[in-house]
């Protein structure tokens, strides 16, 4: 049960705190708090809050980068991509041929996105959001950007596959003897990859009730991974 923060009680005494002993009889100043901020022993106003854009439509999915002082949000509403700047403002990037589950992944002023339907795309801070060339996987559900590389996972070859590009270089992702290009499969997952993030030096996917760990483990390998939290 929420406890009130401040109450006046019969005898006119007043009480503050989080958790104040309040009398039955009390009238309570405010009913419940939720991320309040205190300074000099009392709540701060509330800052408000700057309308930066207008969109077309609910955003789904949403990333954010700082590039040579532009501070920029990439917005995805239905199958369309967006970018606010904070230099230049609000500007369509184009869009996924269809609606799929869009999520975003930014690597330096790049921005790469999947929405586990289409053949993944990418825009170079120039031009327009395009399919990414060459790729030896259809779709991919995630991107994850770790070690100077762009990991795709639950692609179009597996659903617990992982796919990587060459180091630093999003338009290499076929493996050969000359790039660190590369991919994978976690065998052990009970299910599709589900989701994926950084947990310290490593990278924690999951499935519906297993969690794999990849490690960065350098060449010729480049990634590994194995097995960590099975709660069936």
């Not at 970018?83 to 184009?94: D, E, H």
Request: glycine share 10%; hydrophobic share 40%.
């Amino acid at each position: 049960m929420v406890q009130p923060l401040v109450a006046a009680g019969p005898g006119k005494e007043l009480e503050s705190g989080l958790f104040p002993g309040v009398d039955p009889l009390s009238t309570p100043f405010w009913q419940d708090g939720e991320n309040v901020d205190f300074r000099n022993g009392g709540p701060m106003t509330a800052k408000g809050a700057t309308a930066l854009a207008t969109l077309p439509g609910t955003v789904v999915e949403m990333a954010q980068a700082f590039h040579d002082g532009d501070q920029r949000i990439y917005a995805a509403v239905a199958n369309g991509v967006f970018m606010r700047s904070s230099i230049s403002g609000l500007s369509s990037l184009g869009s996924f041929p269809t609606q799929g589950t869009p999520q975003f992944e930014t690597f330096g002023s790049f921005l790469l996105g999947t929405n586990n339907v289409d053949p993944p795309m990418y825009w170079k801070n120039t031009g327009s959001f395009v399919a990414i060339p060459s790729l030896p996987f259809t779709r991919a559900k995630l991107f994850h950007r770790r070690d100077n590389h762009v990991i795709a996972l639950n692609t179009s070859n597996g659903q617990n596959a992982y796919e990587w590009c060459s180091a630093s270089d999003v338009d290499d992702w076929e493996p050969t003897d000359e790039n660190s290009a590369g991919n994978n499969w976690i065998r052990d997952l009970d299910s599709e990859i589900v989701a994926c993030v950084d947990m310290g030096s490593q990278v924690a996917v999951y499935s519906k009730e297993t969690m794999g760990l990849i490690r960065f483990v350098g060449q010729p390998n480049v990634f590994a991974h194995n097995p960590a939290l099975n709660v069936s």
